[in-house]
T-cell receptor, first 113, second 114 residues
Framework: SQQGEEDPQALSIQEGENATMNCSYK?????LQWYRQNSGRGLVHLIL?????REKHSGRLRVTLDTSKKSSSLLITASRAADTASYFC?????????????FGTGTSLTVIP | ETGVTQTPRHLVMGMTNKKSLKCEQH?????MYWYKQSAKKPLELMFV???????ENNSVPSRFSPECPNSSHLFLHLHTLQPEDSALYLC?????????????FGAGTRLSVL
């Protein structure tokens, strides 16, 4: 499978702590994206990092990308109860059949108030 | 509100029923996707349409039949489903320009097959 794998599958932290989620993938990519999903809802795009970028920030989110290791991490700083959700990485590659988009298995984050 | 609307939000059907899921986007995107999300499983890409042409069909059983009459609308026709088809079905749209290929998802249709 070309899907990414998130690690850990589930994470539970106290409010105010930082949460780190990792993603590994198998193919070369054009960019990697992180999405958030609240229970029973659609996914919402959080941040995109291109293959020639190593780190990107957006508010309390920090994403790193290591293309040599085919891995990425998402750090959420100063977590809040409202950050409780599932987080997915998604790789985007350009192939001879067009754009290929693969989602990882997701990390379920619980932030305890 | 993501600009992608799915209807119905919930659907209960018997194995002999025929129903359709609808997805509509008003974002000017030219690619649309159907995903299946089952409990404790990865998101499964089912179908991809680029400029109304189906470009991907990930070995989906023929009891699922997609239709894309234009770049703003996408349907998933369902017939003779099985209980294991119960899942959250998500529609998404995006630009095909890889630099802008962020997917916008609808809220999903929760399908229960009895």
């Amino acid at each position: 499978s070309q899907q990414g794998e998130e690690d850990p599958q589930a994470l539970s932290i106290q409010e105010g702590e930082n949460a780190t989620m990792n993603c590994s993938y198998k193919t070369s990519i054009n960019n990697l994206q992180w999405y958030r999903q609240n229970s029973g809802r659609g996914l919402v795009h959080l941040i995109l990092i291109r293959s020639n970028e190593r780190e990107k920030h957006s508010g309390r989110l920090r994403v790193t990308l290591d293309t040599s290791k085919k891995s990425s991490s998402l750090l959420i700083t100063a977590s809040r109860a409202a950050d409780t959700a599932s987080y997915f990485c998604a790789t985007n590659s350009l192939t001879n059949t067009g754009n290929q988009f693969y989602f990882g298995t997701g990390t379920s984050l619980t932030v305890i108030p | 509100e993501t600009g992608v609307t799915q209807t119905p939000r919930h659907l209960v059907m018997g194995m002999t029923n025929k129903k359709s899921l609808k997805c509509e986007q008003h974002l000017g995107h030219n690619a649309m996707y159907w995903y299946k999300q089952s409990a404790k499983k990865p998101l499964e890409l089912m179908f991809v349409y680029n400029f109304k042409e189906q470009t991907e069909n990930n070995s989906v059983p023929s009891r699922f039949s997609p239709e894309c009459p234009n770049s703003s609308h996408l349907f998933l026709h369902l017939h003779t489903l099985q209980p294991e088809d119960s899942a959250l079905y998500l529609c998404a749209s995006s630009q095909t320009n890889i630099a802008k290929n962020i997917q916008y998802f609808g809220a999903g249709t929760r399908l229960s097959v009895l």
